[in-house]
């Protein structure tokens, strides 16, 4: 299972939020049933693993302890993450875990010391949605699987809640990604929206934009997989709950605080908003989640494809 580290003075903040990362991960582990709940069946056919933007390595770390007969290998650019994740491993007498540091646009199996993986696991990399070809991606992680081999890729779309606040900063995120250039709308689509806005400005109707509520990467996600050369591809769905009188509640509100620190300056460069708006609107968001009648639901997608042979 994942174990946090100690959080006495000696630990560094950065330690710290990546001790958070992990019980995120154990958490998402839980409410998904299992590092490997659909490849249970298969195991005994799988002896190399890849992770793919493996962060702290939580989900690395979990598949290495439960299955000791399995090669676990974690890639990802951040030196720090890489560090911590292998500290743990080696604290923990896995040595059936390793973890190297690898970008994901440059991969190359020479360079992981394995000729093909039997499964590939990518996880909750659209946060690089302004820097990842995922069409891409998924051709270059394909040719690194063996044939027959798993690919399994999970994102999240943006949570859905009641907070009015939550859902403007939602909105927010969504406006600044159009403005940065990122949609998987296709021009002629957006071309047609273009003409009846045009038209109800003619009649003298107030035109309103149409706001963009979701990342939209999950409907891409079978279609790209499939175009990578991969076959039988089924997608599990999750709703994951978040209410003021669940114990997801913590872990959602410590997500949404790092989130927004990370995206508020961003949000402010696309020009979406202003620094005092968004400042304002960040404290009615953190107290709104902490009213006694907050939910919401957090989607996630997990998707399977099959190497064809």
Not at 161 to 188: D, I, K, W, Y
Not at 230 to 255: G, K, R
Not at 286 to 298: S, V
Request: with cysteine; charged share 20%; glycine share 6%.
């Amino acid at each position: 299972m994942i174990h946090p580290i100690s959080t006495s003075p000696t630990v560094t903040g950065e330690e710290r939020e990546l001790a958070r990362q992990l019980d995120v991960t154990r958490f998402l582990l839980e409410e998904m049933g299992g590092s490997l709940p659909r490849e249970q069946i298969v195991t005994k056919q799988l002896t190399s693993v890849l992770d793919v933007a493996c962060g702290a390595g939580g989900w690395v770390l979990d598949v290495a302890e439960r299955y000791p007969e399995l090669q676990v290998t974690g890639i990802d650019r951040s030196e720090p993450h890489v560090q911590y994740a292998q500290r743990l491993a080696n604290e923990r007498g896995l040595v059936n875990a390793r973890f190297r540091m690898q970008d994901r646009h440059t991969l190359e199996a020479r360079t992981l010391d394995v000729p093909a993986f039997d499964l590939i696991n990518v996880a909750f990399i659209a946060s690089t949605l302004l820097e990842t070809d995922y069409a891409a991606l998924m051709q270059t992680l394909c040719s690194l699987c063996r044939p027959g081999g798993i690919m399994r890729w999970t994102e999240m779309e943006l949570p859905v809640t009641n907070s009015p606040a939550f859902e403007r900063l939602m909105a927010l995120v969504c406006q600044a990604l159009e403005v940065a250039g990122h949609t998987f709308t296709s021009p002629a689509m957006r071309e047609i929206a273009d003409v009846f806005a045009a038209l109800r400005r003619e009649t003298g109707r107030v035109v309103m934009p149409t706001l963009r509520r979701h990342l939209g990467i999950t409907p891409m996600m079978g279609n790209w997989l499939r175009h990578a050369g991969c076959w039988t591809v089924e997608s599990f769905p999750l709703a994951i709950e978040v209410a003021s009188d669940l114990p997801s509640l913590p872990l959602f509100l410590s997500q949404v605080e790092v989130f927004t620190q990370q995206i508020a300056p961003w949000l402010c460069a696309q020009h979406v908003t202003t620094s005092d708006a968004l400042a304002s609107l960040l404290a009615q968001v953190m107290q709104e989640l902490q009213d006694e009648d907050f939910c919401g639901l957090c989607w996630l997608l997990t998707v399977y494809g099959y190497k064809a042979a």
